[in-house]
Structure formats: structure tokens, C-alpha cells
């Protein structure tokens, strides 16, 4: 298959920002995923965290083949949820925020203290074996999945949960076991994310994975809203190319781009894309 | 070694106490995550060193009302539309975040991110001695301030009237309106009062560590954070005991385990209390149930 010298061009030029596009989209699914059942959990970066620094273990330390360590960059993020998950999603609204925004400054201290881990220098030198094909297929995957998933049953047990619990409940959904599934699933998805995210750019720091990017990933959602999943992508592309396009103003970029967090949120309620899914 | 210790703990833990006041009123109140509170405690700083010129005693109390007003605008303008619409928690913290985006950003552009120093009149250089142990004027001045706000703070929710429409707001906002209070106008006093509060704070701080630059208040608020939850939200007096534990924690930890962990105790503290005791430490929130 030859490429075009003008698209080789293009995609090489702008390569880094077409990967983070992709990372970001799946970090926001990450975010819908919480979202989608009513739980304020910002608990993303720190799973994306533990997907990049385990998986960069993987690769730097063990040698493992990248096929074989992307989909490990799974497990270390989906333990620890399925261990915190207990006691903490038994918290609500800003209690499980500022709590899982609590979990992620604890790991980051981890970062910062273990040697092994690079502490404030973070890790270096890890090979970039992921290819921007790889970032969209997942993300594809990933979307298609959740879109499967949000039309069937689960996605209307998921919706009354959202509207409702007390509702929900009494018509017979299992609330812990759809936060759990939730809370499982995102991790997931950001633990693939950090491994990709820590496989494009060779290297990665502790002050990647704390309260801003928290942040960051939930203006995501919100902005894109979470009516379907393609949304948060969307609203993670909008936010991810946004500061690009504003580069010429480079001082006032932020303040352009927290002022559109603000009039989004105040007029825009459920968001740029506030399609919802539709079920037969 | 140990007393030099105990003593940097509790007035750090002052320092604490009295960035979380303000937090835990509008938090306890007005029940949302306002993330812009950092930037009052920033712009009360800035204020006082636009006026450092005319003294200590009149610089405080400018920027207090200063950010103060800044809290009441930004909540007017953002806050009080989404309560109006009964909009979800988490927008009103996604706009406080887009805010205080705006607002730190836009304080960079226009003052740099250089840090800036009070001029050395304006500081207290006076430091006392007791055996090994020493305290500067501006830990003196922190510690006595906190004690008195706290104070201060709660005698106007318990004592007075206003108070009174401030606990109601805060437990039934809606039944408080049909009591005759003002809901719009209770909540841009709170909203007056604990920016006032973050501006007052702002000063003192910056006077203790003598360095003022944009971010300094989004550098207290995850601290924030830890204190109003540990301490239970709204509990003026908790927040006053969670701040002095917390820096005694911190201090401790950094002295005698490692001070690299220094940072993380605080959270580990945090998600403890959240798993065991949701309510804080003392269960109860005061504002509620004074």
C-alpha cells in the first residue's frame, strides 16, 4: 500500500496530535462509561496511571512484546478498582469525586517515592511500538462496543440508573453491580489508554496523572456530553484540538478555553452532541 | 527537636485551617465544589500587594472585601443561573472549573507567573524563642487570626439572625424560602463572606511564606480538600481541628518517616476517613445542626 507524499507529509507533521486525539477519545469512553450510570467517579487519570506505568514496566523491565503488554495494561487498573470499588462506591456525588480525586494524589505520591518507578524524573526511554492504527482501532472497538451495549437491555438499565435509582431499583436493577461493572470498565479503557499514551511519547511522569487531567478528561465528557458514546469523543476532540487552533493567541489560550468550558456548561446542558441513543 | 516540631505542626496546620473556613462555608452552604476558591485566596494576596504602601492594617481588610466581591460576581454570574435551573452537582462544578481556568490564566497573562515578594516593611520580621523552639510574628499573626475567625465565624451562625437564614439555607433551601428568607441574597452573603475569608487567608499566608504567584491558591486547594472532608462539610469547628491534625500529620511524617510522603498522607488520610466515617471525623455538620 503506497501513501500519498502529501498525506505522509501531513500525517507526520501532526502525528503526535493525531495520537493524543485518539488517547483522549478513549479516555473520554472511559468517563462516559461512570457517567452513563450517574456516578461522579474521577478516578480516570489514576487508572490511566496505573495502565502506563505497569505496562511501561512490562516493556522496559520484562521485555514483553507490546501486542502481549497492551492488553495486560488491563489488569493492574482493573484490580485496583475491584478492590477500592467496595468501599468507595458506596459514596455518592462529591463525596465520590473529591474520594477518587483522594486515590489519585495517593498513587501519585507512590510515583514520586518508588524508585522503580523513576520518581519525580518519571520513566524514560520506553519504545514507542504503538502505532496510530492501533489507537483508532481500539477506539473504534471501544465505541462500537458501548454503542452495542448502551442500545441493549444493560444501556436501559444503565439510563434508568442515570434518571433515577430509587426508580431503577425498584424495577429490578442490581445498582452495585452496574457501578461496579462501571467503575471495571472504565478502568479498563483508561488503563489501555495510559499504556497507549505511554507507548507514543517515550516517556512518562507522575504529574501526568493527577488532579488536572482528572479534570481535563471529565470536561470531555461534559462538553461532548454523554447522550451516546460517540460524544465524549467528539467533545475530547473538540477540547484536544482546540488549544492548537488557538496557538497564534498563545497567552490567552486558556482563558479562551476555560470560558468555553463555562458557556458550554451554562447553555449547552447536555452538551455539543445531545443525540441520544435510540432503542427499538 | 521534637517540641521545634510539634510547634511548625500547629501552625501549619493553622495555615490549614484557615484556607479550609471559607472553603467549608460555601461548600456546607451552597453545596457545591467550587473550584474558583483558589483564586480568592490568590487575588486577596494580589490585592494586599497593589496596597502594600498603606500598611498591613489597611491592605487585610481591602482585600478581604476585595475578594470577597470577586466571589460575589463570580457566583451571581455562573452559580446562581445553574441553582435556578436545579441543574446537577456536576455542573456547577464543571463551570467552577472552566472559571477558575479562565481567571488563572488570565491573572499569568497580566501580572506573569514571576513569584512577587511584600515589601520587607510590611512583614513582621520579629521571630521569639523559647529554648530551641521558634516561632515567627507571621505564624504568630496566622495562628491568632484562625483562632479568632473560627470564632468570629461561628458566633455569626449560632448568634445572630443571619446566621439563622445561613443554617436554614443550608438545610432546606427551599423551605427556607418560604420562611421569608432570601435565598439569592443569604447566598451571595455566604458567597461574600467566605471569599473574604479565602482573600483574608490569602494575605496572611503569602505574609508567613513571602511568596505570591498565580497558582498559590490552586496549590491549597486539593490540601482544602482533605481538610473540609476530614473534618466534615460545613463544620466550621472541624475544619478548625482537621487542619491542625493535618499539618501536625504532615509535619510528623515529613520529620520522621520521609518527607517525600509528606504529600501523600494528607490523601491517604482523606480516603480513609471517606470509606469509614463519610461524614468526617465528628459526624455531624454544624451548619446543619448547630
Excluded at chain 1, 99 to 121: F, H, K, Q, S, W
Excluded at chain 1, 254 to 277: H, Q, S, Y
Excluded at chain 2, 146 to 152: D, H, K, R
Aim: proline share 4%; net charge neutral.
Amino acid at each position: 500500500m503506497t501513501v500519498p507524499d502529501w498525506l505522509n507529509d501531513f500525517l507526520w507533521t501532526y502525528q503526535n496530535l493525531i495520537n493524543a486525539l485518539g488517547v483522549n477519545g478513549l479516555l473520554a469512553l472511559s468517563m462516559y462509561v461512570v457517567l452513563a450510570v450517574g456516578q461522579l467517579s474521577l478516578g480516570q487519570a489514576a487508572f490511566m496511571g496505573l495502565g502506563a506505568y505497569s505496562s511501561a514496566l512490562m516493556t522496559v523491565q520484562l521485555h514483553l512484546p507490546f501486542p502481549l503488554v497492551l492488553p495486560l495494561s488491563c489488569v493492574i487498573p482493573v484490580l485496583f478498582a475491584l478492590i477500592i470499588g467496595g468501599p468507595t462506591l458506596r459514596l455518592t456525588g462529591v463525596y465520590l469525586a473529591i474520594a477518587t480525586i483522594g486515590l489519585g494524589e495517593v498513587l501519585r505520591a507512590v510515583y514520586l517515592n518508588i524508585d522503580l518507578l523513576g520518581g519525580p524524573m518519571g520513566l524514560n526511554g520506553i519504545p514507542e511500538s504503538a502505532e496510530t492504527w492501533m489507537i483508532y482501532a481500539l477506539l473504534a472497538t471501544a465505541t462500537a462496543l458501548l454503542w452495542v451495549v448502551g442500545k441493549s437491555r444493560v444501556g436501559r438499565a444503565m439510563e434508568a440508573m442515570r434518571e433515577d435509582e430509587t426508580a431503577a431499583q425498584v424495577m429490578g436493577v442490581n445498582l452495585w453491580r452496574y457501578r461496579l461493572g462501571a467503575l471495571v470498565a472504565s478502568a479498563a479503557l483508561a488503563g489501555l489508554a495510559g499504556c497507549l499514551n505511554a507507548h507514543v511519547s517515550d516517556f512518562i511522569g507522575p504529574n501526568e496523572y493527577g488532579f488536572e487531567p482528572a479534570v481535563t478528561i471529565l470536561s470531555y465528557a461534559l462538553l461532548g456530553g454523554i447522550g451516546t458514546p460517540l460524544a465524549p469523543v467528539l467533545g475530547a476532540w473538540v477540547l484536544t484540538l482546540l488549544p492548537e487552533l488557538l496557538r497564534g493567541i498563545s497567552d490567552i489560550r486558556l482563558v479562551i478555553n476555560g470560558l468555553i468550558i463555562v458557556v458550554a456548561v451554562l447553555f449547552l446542558p447536555a452538551g455539543l452532541f445531545p443525540w441520544r441513543l435510540r432503542r427499538g | 527537636m521534637l517540641s521545634q516540631q510539634l510547634v511548625n505542626g500547629v501552625l501549619l496546620g493553622a495555615v490549614y485551617a484557615l484556607f479550609a473556613l471559607g472553603f467549608t462555608l460555601m461548600f456546607g452552604v451552597l453545596k457545591v465544589i467550587n473550584l474558583t476558591y483558589g483564586f480568592y485566596f490568590t487575588a486577596g494576596a494580589y490585592i494586599a500587594l497593589a496596597l502594600a504602601d498603606y500598611g498591613l492594617w489597611l491592605a487585610l481588610p481591602l482585600a478581604a472585601v476585595g475578594s470577597g466581591v470577586a466571589a460575589v460576581v463570580v457566583d451571581a454570574l455562573l452559580l446562581t443561573r445553574l441553582r435556578r435551573t436545579g441543574a446537577p452537582e456536576l455542573a456547577s462544578l464543571m463551570v467552577t472549573l472552566g472559571a477558575v481556568l479562565a481567571l488563572n490564566a488570565a491573572m499569568t497573562a497580566w501580572l506573569g507567573p514571576d513569584i512577587r515578594r511584600f515589601p520587607p516593611s510590611m512583614i513582621p520580621a520579629t521571630a521569639f524563642a523559647l529554648g530551641d523552639t521558634r516561632v515567627t510574628a507571621a505564624q504568630i499573626l496566622i495562628f491568632v487570626a484562625t483562632i479568632v475567625l473560627v470564632g468570629a465565624l461561628l458566633s455569626l451562625i449560632r448568634l445572630t439572625r443571619l446566621g439563622l437564614a445561613i443554617r436554614a439555607l443550608a438545610s432546606r433551601p427551599d423551605a427556607a424560602g418560604l420562611m421569608g428568607i432570601n435565598p439569592a441574597r443569604t447566598a451571595a452573603i455566604v458567597s461574600f463572606l467566605s471569599g473574604g475569608l479565602a482573600g483574608a487567608g490569602g494575605v496572611l499566608i503569602a505574609l508567613s511564606s513571602n511568596a505570591i504567584q498565580p497558582y498559590m491558591g490552586e496549590e491549597m486547594l486539593l490540601r482544602g480538600f482533605v481538610v473540609i472532608i476530614v473534618g466534615g462539610l460545613g463544620d466550621i469547628r472541624g475544619a478548625l481541628i482537621a487542619g491542625l491534625l493535618l499539618g501536625m500529620v504532615e509535619t510528623l511524617t515529613a520529620g520522621y518517616i520521609a518527607s517525600e510522603l509528606k504529600d501523600a498522607v494528607g490523601f491517604l488520610i482523606l480516603v480513609l476517613v471517606l470509606w469509614t466515617r463519610p461524614l468526617g471525623l465528628f459526624g455531624r455538620a454544624i451548619i446543619r445542626r448547630a
